[in-house]
């Protein structure tokens, strides 16, 4: 049976994990390291939204024009609608979550604002994530060597946890952090190597030199996991199914479910 070494070995990729079963002990590979969050960040910026919300201080009803001028390439499918639209921030979370819309994460993030999502970041518990900038504006010095955000694998599992465990606002902001989740469309990382029968709520940040995924997993029996795994440092490669981090990602997932 493959090691978590033996992978970073075959993939020449740096792994850090962390899996969490709820019921057992964790297992840490490099948990504290930090890493590139690439799209893992959004899941902290749909938690404060949620939060927001919780508060009376948002309204998931509330519309918000689209600016074709803020269009931004990548992910996501609000790019190739036509302007004036005006979707809801309900909308814009669950498309940023499920498809990572990075147009729908930059128009949340210009009405949330950077620094008060690090402001939530650090009540959440996650002392080692920030988030840097808007998806695809340029680097600043302090942006480096993260780009888009930095956290750990630990980190990431405690905000997981948390969701998982019903202690995010209200039990009807914990629903709808899970069944968002749930939706998650992008199933070629840890979805890929778990059992038959076992099911998968959760998030995936990419680049050309990484693939992320964390989620919250659920056994047949009701047992579950919280992951979060980080394949970084690898050679550049254009997206694809079969891309290199992916299937690191989908073997972590079998070799953790099988141990």
Not at 15 to 31: E, Q, R
Not at 88 to 111: G, P
Not at 152 to 166: E, F, K, M, N, P
Request: with cysteine; aromatic share 4%; glycine share 8%.
């Amino acid at each position: 049976m493959p090691t978590l070494r033996s992978l970073e070995g075959q993939y020449k990729a740096q792994i850090s994990l962390l899996w969490h079963p709820l019921d057992g002990t964790p297992i840490a590979y490099h948990a504290d390291r930090p890493v590139k969050t690439a799209s893992i960040i959004k899941l902290p910026i749909l938690v404060h939204a949620a939060l927001l919300v919780d508060a009376g201080q948002l309204s998931w009803e509330q519309r918000v024009p689209l600016d074709h001028g803020a269009v931004v390439p990548g992910m996501g499918v609000l790019r190739y609608l036509d302007g004036g639209i005006a979707p809801t921030v309900r909308d814009l979370a669950v498309l940023m979550t499920i498809i990572s819309d990075n147009t729908a994460t930059n128009m949340l993030i210009d009405m949330l604002g950077i620094e008060k999502i690090n402001e939530r970041i650090q009540t959440l518990g996650m002392p080692q994530t920030r988030l840097n900038r808007k998806v695809f504006t340029p680097n600043t010095p302090d942006c480096l060597p993260w780009g888009l955000g930095v956290t750990t694998a630990r980190d990431t599992v405690h905000l997981l946890q948390s969701i998982a465990t019903g202690q995010i606002g209200t039990a009807a902001t914990n629903q709808f952090l899970r069944d968002t989740l749930a939706r998650q469309l992008d199933r070629v990382g840890f979805p890929r190597g778990i059992p038959t029968g076992w099911t998968y709520a959760g998030k995936t940040g990419s680049d050309d030199d990484l693939r992320n995924d964390c989620g919250i997993l659920t056994a047949p029996d009701g047992r579950q996991v919280i992951a979060a795994c980080f394949v970084q440092e690898l050679a550049e490669a254009p997206s694809s199914v079969d891309h290199l981090g992916l299937k690191a990602l989908s073997d972590v997932a079998a070799l953790m479910t099988q141990a």
